[in-house]
């Protein structure tokens, strides 16, 4: 998979893309990730990237001919217009299902935005998706890029060291991860739950259904009714007394 990323700041991403999972996915081909200075692509002389808004307000907006520039280099170097996006608090939320969906893509250009955002004739013509990490402002669109890429490119297979690595993961199943446990079997007076050393495969797994269950009825309940439960799952959680109250689990 490549990815270009189209930001005013380049050395802000060299960090969390050299490092750990996401060094070893471009070492071995696996994740191509290009950051493309969009000041390269002013039409003038001091490299502006941004201007005054029409119709007056605070703030500064981007132009658009850099991104424009920009965008439409990448799509030559490519042969084609992958799919665009810019990252905005406008757009709809990331999750998991999003990032497997993104994930099976070979192209994909991402937008940071900066000041008030961009120029409209971007998005109404460069952009084909607008994605948001959450329902708060950063200073711009480099943090949550890395975050998208990071979610991302852990599920192209191969960049993980097993594929169940990524599939028993929080949210995978639409349910809280089971907790976990290694060495040593006991540690400062707490020990590893006996059924976990018993071999009992059928017994473990379902110990840690039960614990998924329990912990996103706890942490994250309203996960609970977006998620596809069997008629085990809910004779367990109906058997937990005065904690369902009002939880829909039809």
Known sequence: MRVDILTLFPEMLNGPFSSSILKRAQERGLLEINLVNIRDYSPNKHHTVDDTPYGGGAGMVMSPEPLFGAVEQVARELGFMPGVVLMSPQGRPFGQALAAQLSREKNLIII??????????????????????????????????????????????????????????????????????????????????????????????????????????????????????????KKFLSGIRGILTGLDLS
């Open 112 to 233: 940071c935005g900066h000041y008030e955002g961009v120029d409209e004739r971007v998005r109404e013509t460069l952009v084909t998706d607008e994605i948001s990490i959450g329902d708060y402002i950063l200073t711009g669109g480099e943090l949550p890029a890395a975050v998208l890429v990071d979610a991302v490119a852990r599920l192209i297979p191969g960049v993980l060291g097993e594929a169940a690595s990524a599939e028993e993961e929080s949210f995978t199943t639409g349910l809280l991860e089971y907790p976990h446990y290694t060495r040593p079997r006991e540690y400062r007076g707490q020990e590893v739950p006996e059924i976990l050393l018993s071999g009992h495969h059928e017994e473990i797994r379902k110990w840690r259904r039960r614990q998924s269950l329990l912990r996103t009825l706890e942490r994250r309940p309203e996960l609970l009714g977006q998620s596809e439960l069997t008629g085990g799952d």
